[in-house]
């Protein structure tokens, strides 16, 4: 979701959302998810969580605000609740949910590595990340470029250099032209030593 806003005072902007957010009737829920964004994009993910939490439980047919409440618990070091809600997630797509078709599939391996990467555990990222990769499709090819592209930043951590250079090459022979891609070839350039990935 992408929205277009007059030029005008950040900080007054924010401030006019939370109200909203807080006190509004009928806006709050828009509002929350203009908040969500607005934060994630500027990297403030602990104060993006409980508007991803809200907008979660009031919507759980919306697979969008469970993967995004999933990615800010990974963030904000939150693993046993990112977890559950990943495990929220495959239940769903098990049961065949409105909304969570098989579609969701290589999202939500994608998800599986980038939780194991939260909590260090990058063997079994690199094992999602792949599998990930593998099950695109055409309508997610823009998933299949994070699951190469963090597989990347995976080899960067581990010092396994060549096969980064190969995963982020393999992120930019992927259609669009997205944040994965800005990832993998800004780490062509210089290797990835920590955190601050942009959201999917």
């Known amino acids: 979701m992408h929205l277009i806003l007059p030029d005008g005072d950040a900080g007054e902007g924010e401030a006019a959302l939370q109200r909203a957010a807080a006190e509004g009737l009928f806006t709050a829920d828009l509002a929350a998810v203009a908040l969500v964004h607005l934060l994630v994009g500027a990297d403030r993910f602990a104060e993006a969580l409980p508007f991803a939490e809200r ?5 759980p047919g919306n697979p969008d605000f469970a993967f995004l409440l999933a990615f800010l618990c990974g963030e904000t070091g939150r693993h046993g609740e990112g977890a559950a809600v990943a495990d929220r997630i495959r239940v769903a797509m098990r049961d065949g949910r409105a909304n969570y078709g098989p579609e969701l599939h290589p999202r ?30 055409s309508r997610s090819e823009w998933v299949a470029a994070w699951a190469a592209a963090r597989a990347g930043m995976v080899h960067d951590l581990l010092g396994e250099r060549e096969e980064a250079v190969r995963h982020y090459r393999q992120a930019l022979a992927l259609a669009g032209d997205g944040p994965a891609h800005a990832a993998a070839r800004r780490h062509l350039q210089e290797p990835y030593r920590g955190r601050g990935l942009p959201h999917p």
């Open 55 to 59: 907008l979660g439980a009031r919507y």
């Open 108 to 137: 939500y391996l994608q998800l599986l590595g980038k939780l194991a990467m939260d909590r260090g555990e990058y063997r079994a990222a690199l094992t999602h990340f792949e599998q990930a990769y593998a099950a695109r499709t």
